[in-house]
């Protein structure tokens, strides 16, 4: 079984600061991973996955994101926020051959300008 | 295309009355989800469909059924429901392993 701890539930940070939002894992087996982020009242949007291959993965809108093994860590992080990235961030993890996909509880990004 | 569509939008139920959630995805997708999103608790599996004509309980599946109808369609039926079922739902699809589902827009429930 796999779990995913999302290590603060909220982030305030200034207009064009950079940010890091922290997740951590626990998993018996090879992993995947992923970050989605969520606008209100929307649905989940697929920001990035980590397969296999290179540990530095980039997403969309500017983010991206670093897979540390040893650490058990997959922060997700942005050189500069806009206030558009105001959102709910979610980091999910699925062990290699499962169709379970376990989500950490979030962590609220907020954009002050 | 569509994506992943669910409905209703938005539904009030009353303690004990049943209803049931619809999905539909257009990305001829193999796998499908039905999870919970409750405030701090991130999202939980509650019923996934790996492929047409089989289902699998996730993490938190009781007080709930599901029927995936064909290859496009995958419902969630709530037969009693409870004031701890309200919550927002969302329907999510897949290619297949790994993971990566394509979310819904999402129900919103409340029961009183």
């Known amino acids: 079984a796999q779990s995913v701890t999302q290590l603060d539930s909220q982030v305030p940070v200034f207009e064009e600061a950079p940010v890091e939002l922290r997740c951590n894992y626990s998993s018996s087996v090879s992993v995947y991973l992923f970050w989605y982020v969520q606008y209100p009242n929307q649905g989940l949007q697929l920001l990035l996955k980590?397969?296999?291959?290179?540990?530095l993965v980039k997403g969309i809108n500017g983010f991206e994101a670093e897979f540390n093994k040893s650490q058990t860590s997959f922060h997700l992080r942005k050189p500069s926020v806009h206030i558009s990235d105001t959102a709910e961030y979610f980091c999910?993890?699925?062990?290699?051959?499962?169709?379970?996909?376990?989500f950490g509880k979030g962590t609220k990004l907020s954009v002050i300008p | 295309n569509a994506g992943v569509t669910q409905t209703p939008k938005f539904q009030v139920l009353k303690t004990g009355q049943s209803m049931t959630l619809q999905c539909a995805q257009d990305m001829n997708h193999n796998s499908m989800y039905w999870y919970r999103q409750d405030p701090g608790m991130g999202l939980r599996l509650i019923y996934y469909s790996a492929s047409e004509g089989t289902t699998d309980k996730g993490e938190v599946p009781n007080g709930y059924n599901v029927s995936r109808l064909n290859k496009r369609e995958f419902s969630l039926r709530l037969e009693s429901a409870a004031p701890s079922q309200t919550s927002v739902y969302f329907c999510?699809?897949?290619?297949?392993?790994?993971?990566?589902?394509?979310f819904g827009p999402g129900t919103r429930l409340l029961v009183l």
């Open positions: 980590y397969l296999s291959g290179s540990t």
């Open positions: 999510a699809s897949s290619d297949s392993s790994p993971v990566a589902p394509s």
């Open positions: 999910a993890v699925s062990g290699a051959g499962s169709y379970q996909l376990t």
